[in-house]
Every structure is written in C-alpha cells, then in structure tokens.
C-alpha cells in the first residue's frame, strides 16, 4: 500500500513541478513518470525496512 501511495504522490509532484517550468504534456508525463518511479522505489524500500523490523 506504502508503493502505490508513493507513487501516486510522486506522479502528482513531477506532474505540478513540470507544469510550474512550463512544459508541454510530453514534459509533464515524463515528470510524472519518473517521479512516481522513484517514489515507487522509495516506498518499496521503506516496505521492506518495516517489515524487517516487525517481523
């Protein structure tokens, strides 16, 4: 659940911050996608550090 949020707010901050520098809609969803896969990744990172520590 931490990934999918994660992305979904990464994909929402690269799609704002692209549109605050003025890009075109190709600039926008390059934002949004590279933001959400860090994001993504980021989540994925800190799902597994609470499931070690729990378990």
Do not use: H, P, S, W
Not at 16 to 41: H, M, P, T
């Amino acid at each position: 659940m931490i990934v999918i949020a994660a992305a979904l707010i990464g994909a929402l901050l690269g799609g704002f911050n692209a549109k605050r520098r003025k890009g075109n809609a190709a600039d926008i969803a390059q934002y949004a996608a590279v933001y959400a896969i860090l994001f993504a990744v980021i989540g994925l990172i800190i799902t597994i550090v609470i499931e070690k520590i729990v378990l």
